[in-house]
């Protein structure tokens, strides 16, 4: 069965250090990858998605992803987290019927000052 | 242009209770999605609707039912609560690609 699983739970990171949140994919064809933020009491925000064509791509809030088929990995980045980035980040493919997103478990982003 | 919205956005109901769950989007997508989300566990598919007349089961479907009323509204429907089914409900919409929309969700607890 497809599966998308974030091996971190919880992270914390100190303010202004970088971040890389890890995602794996099991998934045979070139996948649709996507992560999701969501912050406390709120719903679902698209950060960034990877559909084909360059693998590093940049989303919003200045984060990136890097698309790895050898890895099959799709991790996130940011080079200087800020407090306001403390939120629940998930990682989703599209399944293969192309009907649906499968969802990683979500990684906990805490942030220290 | 609302995106997708939610009705209500919190729900206590005693074990046994009906409720249904509104959802209804205006960016005009095909596809809409039921998925609840418990802590530790992610977000879960119940049911989901490719178009507009059509419905499949998720990964958890067991104790709910679902109306896909017109290309905007879908509906999640629960006959008959159990505490197992506390949690937080998000519906989706997307387009073609599958990048999805979510409305802000709906707090239910069961008790």
């Known amino acids: 069965a497809q599966s998308v699983t974030q091996p971190d739970i919880h992270i914390t990171v100190s303010e202004g250090a970088s971040l890389e949140l890890r995602c794996n994919y099991s998934y045979g064809a070139t996948p649709y990858l996507f992560w999701y933020v969501q912050s406390p009491g709120q719903g679902l925000q698209l950060l960034l998605k990877y559909f084909s064509g360059d693998t590093l791509v940049q989303g919003i809030k200045g984060f990136e992803a890097e698309f790895k088929r050898s890895q099959s990995s799709f991790n996130l980045r940011k080079p200087s987290v800020h407090w306001s980035d403390a939120a629940e980040y998930f990682c989703a493919a599209r399944n293969q019927a192309g009907t649906a997103l499968i969802f990683g478990k979500g990684t906990t982003l805490s942030v220290s000052s | 242009n609302a995106g997708v919205t939610q009705t209500p956005k919190f729900q206590v109901l005693k074990t046994g209770q009906s409720m249904t769950l509104q959802c209804a989007q205006d960016m005009n997508h095909n596809s809409m999605y039921w998925y609840r989300q418990d802590p530790g566990m992610g977000l879960r598919l119940i049911y989901y609707s490719a178009s507009e007349g059509t419905t499949d089961k998720g990964e958890v479907p067991n104790g709910y039912n679902v109306s896909r009323l017109n290309k905007r509204e879908f509906s999640l429907r629960l006959e008959s609560a159990a505490p197992s089914q506390t949690s937080v409900y998000f519906c989706?919409?997307?387009?073609?690609?599958?990048?999805?929309?979510f409305g802000p969700g709906t707090r239910l607890t069961v008790l």
């Open positions: 989706a919409s997307s387009d073609r690609l599958n990048e999805q929309f």
